[in-house]
């Protein structure tokens, strides 16, 4: 029997992330600390912690089946490699930076200037679009300190909060794309292994699902069920039952959680009562 082959972060947020992943997705890893590969005891599954930048080139060789890893490695990396999901988790910004007293005015500033960077062949592409020509410096880590040493007049880095570069007296410049944790797949995946593939995709799938939504319950005056249904559709329809109390149903549906604050105040000014949210482990449609 087959056994599909994937690759996450040896540590960090993504590592941490994947697993909890992997978890809701019903799989059970044996994993012992400095273990670098680990077998799932109820999936076909072998999980190789590897350092997330020589990911891409493991998938590529075919020596692990599918990865989750940053979108800002991939587009770095393995631009030629899919991405078979997204996966909400892990988000950051890939942005250009410059030292906070530079009067910044336009992407005009980095022309002949030195910038420092990880992601040479991301900026590279980013530059080459905009028309301007720059020099790099790759550094493998602790970019934000180059500008302090006149090693760059800006850097190329991941964002998250902003917090590392204003430690290091920088501020945001130009955000270059949005990054998030991708599942992606090597080009040599075999058949029997895309069918194994695509069972975790189904799985994934739906704790995202599940993530992204919540379970609503409420009260509602008959007269107004109508309307409330075309606020709330549901999966299919809401379940719709009678209370009690005459005049009175019950509504049970699902509402996406980008929207629940929106939805909620159209809801009460409808007349909805008893309203009561609950979060959802998986959506399986």
């Known amino acids: 029997m087959s056994t599909l082959k994937i690759a996450i972060q040896k540590s960090g947020r993504l590592n941490e992330d994947s697993l909890q992943l992997l978890k809701e997705c019903g799989i059970s ?3 012992r600390n400095a273990q670098l590969k ?8 072998e999980v190789f912690y590897l350092r997330n930048g020589d990911i891409p080139q493991y998938l590529q060789d075919g020596v692990v089946d599918i990865a989750i890893l940053g979108e800002n490695t991939l587009i770095e990396k393995g631009e030629d490699l899919p991405i078979v ?7 950051c910004k890939v942005s250009l930076a410059v030292p906070k007293e530079v009067d910044y005015t336009g992407i005009e500033y980095f022309i002949n200037k030195r910038i420092a960077t990880t992601y040479t062949n991301t900026l590279d592409k980013f530059l080459k679009e905009k028309g301007v020509q720059a020099s790099y410096h790759k550094i493998a ?9 006149g090693l760059a007049d800006g850097i190329c880095d991941i964002v998250s909060s902003g917090g590392t570069l204003f430690a290091n007296g920088l501020k945001e410049a130009e955000v270059m794309f949005w990054s ?3 599942l992606t797949k090597s080009p040599v995946l075999t058949l029997d292994k895309q069918v194994l593939l695509d ?10 699902k599940g993530r992204a939504n919540r379970y609503v319950l409420l009260n ?3 007269d107004k069920v109508e309307a409330i249904i075309k606020i709330i559709p549901g999966m299919k329809s809401p379940t719709v039952l009678p209370l009690a109390k005459a005049g009175w149903s019950s509504v049970h549906t699902v509402i996406p959680k980008n929207k629940f604050w929106e939805i909620i ?5 409808l007349g909805a009562e008893g309203i009561l949210t609950t979060e959802i482990e998986k959506m399986v449609l």
């Open 29 to 31: 890893i044996d994993h």
């Open 38 to 45: 680990a077998t799932a005891r109820n999936f076909p599954l």
């Open 85 to 91: 999901e997204r996966l909400g988790f892990s988000k």
């Open 141 to 149: 880590g602790s970019v934000e300190i180059a500008p302090n040493i």
């Open 180 to 182: 998030e944790a991708v």
């Open 199 to 208: 069972k975790l995709q189904f799985r994934i799938q739906s704790v995202l």
């Open 220 to 222: 509602a005056p008959n």
């Open 265 to 269: 105040d159209e809801l009460k000014v």
